[in-house]
């Protein structure tokens, strides 16, 4: 039961207006045309009132993600920049490594609840992702892993029901 602060926090939040997101797929071989992920992450920010300012692929190289997100920050209005693909511990798998070293605050919350959620899906095997989430120059970045049914279970168990007042706390 969220207490009397979160929900006027809450209350507060959801009067903000639309908030604009930017989402990237993290892939050495998807493409628009089957870039599941991605087109969850936009129809359920869609579906919740908020616009994508920003979709784009991006090969699980570290530079390459690391430019794109500084790119996202300095052209866009996007608020929340939402990555899927390249948490897991392959050597290719290089989003954690970019995104980790950028947050000035790291919310280790969303990656642990994240694991606890999808150790009811996919058992021992969740201990596998590396999702991660926190602030990076007044933006909040979500990293989360590439399967669709990961990215289900990041938008809609974590990311959309706190969108507004995870936006919210990070301007106030």
Known sequence: MPSAST???REIAARQGQIRVAIVTVSD?????????GDLIEN????????VAFREIVRDEP????????RIIDTTDARLI?????????????????IAQR???????FGELFRALSYVEVGAAAMLSRATAGVYRKRLIFSMPGSPNAVQVAMDKLIIPEIDHLAWEVVR
């Open 7 to 9: 929900e006027q926090h």
């Open 29 to 37: 071989t998807r493409t628009r045309a089957n870039d599941s992920g």
């Open 44 to 51: 359920r920010i869609v579906a919740a009132g908020h616009a």
């Open 63 to 70: 530079d390459q993600i690391g430019s794109l997100l500084d």
């Open 82 to 98: 939402l990555f899927t693909g390249g948490t897991g511990i392959a050597p290719r798998d290089t989003t954690y490594d970019v």
């Open 103 to 109: 947050l000035e605050k790291p919310m280790p919350g």
